[in-house]
């Protein structure tokens, strides 16, 4: 496996600064989130090459089909403008050669769950032709169930599945959230029999205090993350381990990029 970090995880440094960072950690690559991006891609792509870092998994500006329930990242309200931003973003973030590009349902947001499951097959089924259009891997993300009013109303891996089966996009990965999967009872059955059908991998733990609202570095918290890169590593996964910390200004997020890249390689390297 190849060790990746997700631009998130340094919210406040810029494009450059997470470039730099990571690769003096030792991190083969680095997870795009389009909000952080210059609008000059020549010059992102030069400088990835300059740094030598690969691009995991790319998340687009708007990430979601239905509006997100995540303060500053709720987007347009119309399914069909959101859509289209995604196509968009599919479009520009295959220039980087990524892993992955991540799509999620959103949540509910109050409408029935059949009208919600309409808008995001047919969501699916364009963002799908336009990923196919320049050969880059679309991945779907399931979600915890306690994320289902923020994040996406498709809640386990077999979930995540139908959809993909209801919406005749077999092609499209699964992103494996370790975070949002570890106490799905289907993962490990996952693994081991679909690992080619995952097309990403974000791993970061639940706190062991359930009063904390951030993530932990993975290996460092009360998920089995340990066990789940074991068992990819078993499967014959090979893609890149990808840590995707959303943290808090007080603890992780407070850290100079540096720092926290270095503690982020050096949380995952111990899991590998």
Known sequence: MRLGLSAIS???ASFEEDVVAYAAAGFDAIGLWEFKLPPDDE???A???EYGLEVGVCVPTVPAILPLGIPGMEGPDDPA????ALCASVMRLARYGPESIVCLTGPLGGRPEAEGRELVIDGLRHVAAAARSVDVQLAFEPTHPSQRDSTSFVNSIEAALAMLADAGTDEV??????????DDPAVWDFIGRASYRIAGVHAADWPSDPARADRELPGLGTSRT????DALELSGWDGILE???FG???RYWGLDVAEAARQAHAALEALV
């Open 243 to 245: 840590a995707e910390i």
């Open 43 to 45: 010059a992102n792509l």
């Open 226 to 229: 340990k066990e789940l890169v």
């Open 173 to 182: 990965g699964i992103l494996l959230d370790l975070y949002h999967v570890w």
């Open 10 to 12: 340094t919210v406040n």
């Open 81 to 84: 403008e959101r859509i289209q």
């Open 47 to 49: 400088l990835l090459r």
């Open 248 to 250: 808090d200004p007080e």
